[in-house]
Every structure is written in structure tokens, then in C-alpha cells.
Nanobody, 122 residues
């Protein structure tokens, strides 16, 4: 299984970016698709995650880090095997390397993409 993240770049505060992550290889359902980030000098933190193929209300219901406050949207396109993170109203404190991940809940394996750098200038 490989995850290929893209879409990072440099923007000014208030701008927008969309990150993409293409998943190749066999991933079973249910799984959790997510985005995490690591800012310089800080621990990795959850940005957003989405249950895929689950049962009940949890399926498809996104979960966001507290700092998101309605600015980011996680989504997926299963036929394209791609997840997205639409980021708006970006702030300098959003500067970080963003990683996509998939947690296969059948095999319990956790996969990570290589990370894509987002830089927000004031």
C-alpha cells in the first residue's frame, strides 16, 4: 500500500489550498482516512479524519481537530482512490507538513503518505 500526497505550497494568510492523497494497493473496509500535520517544533496532530465503509452514523462522518473551526473539509472519492483536504482561511499557524494516512481496520495496519509542506505567510 502506498499513499501519495500532493497539493502543498505557499500561500498568504486567508488563502486556500487543496491537498490530495492517492491510495494504491489493497485497503479493506472499514478504514479511517485522515490528514495529520506536524508544525516545526510541535507534535503531530490530527487535522481531519473520515470513516470509510463503517456501519452506522460513524460512516462518512468527519472528525476535525479543534483548531479547524470550520475552515477545512475532508472528503474522499472512492472510485479514484483519493482523499482530499480542502483548506480555506489559512493562517500562518497552519504552516506544517501535512500527512495523509489510512488505518485499515481489518488488518489494523496504518499507512502514511510522504507528507506535503504547506507554508502560510502573513
Amino acid at each position: 500500500v502506498q499513499l501519495q500526497a500532493s497539493g502543498g505550497g505557499s500561500v498568504q494568510a486567508g488563502g486556500s489550498l487543496e491537498l490530495s492523497c492517492v491510495v494504491s494497493g489493497d485497503i479493506f473496509s472499514p478504514n479511517v482516512m485522515g490528514w495529520y500535520r506536524r508544525a516545526p517544533g510541535k507534535e503531530r496532530e490530527l487535522v481531519a479524519r473520515l470513516v470509510n465503509g463503517g456501519i452506522g452514523p460513524a460512516d462518512g462522518s468527519p472528525d476535525y481537530g479543534d483548531f479547524v473551526k470550520g475552515r477545512f473539509t475532508i472528503s474522499r472519492d472512492n472510485p479514484k482512490r483519493t482523499m482530499y483536504l480542502q483548506m480555506t482561511s489559512l493562517k500562518p499557524e497552519d504552516t506544517a507538513v501535512y500527512y495523509c494516512s489510512v488505518h485499515d481496520l481489518r488488518t489494523l495496519k496504518l499507512y502514511w503518505g510522504q507528507g506535503t509542506l504547506v507554508t502560510v505567510s502573513s
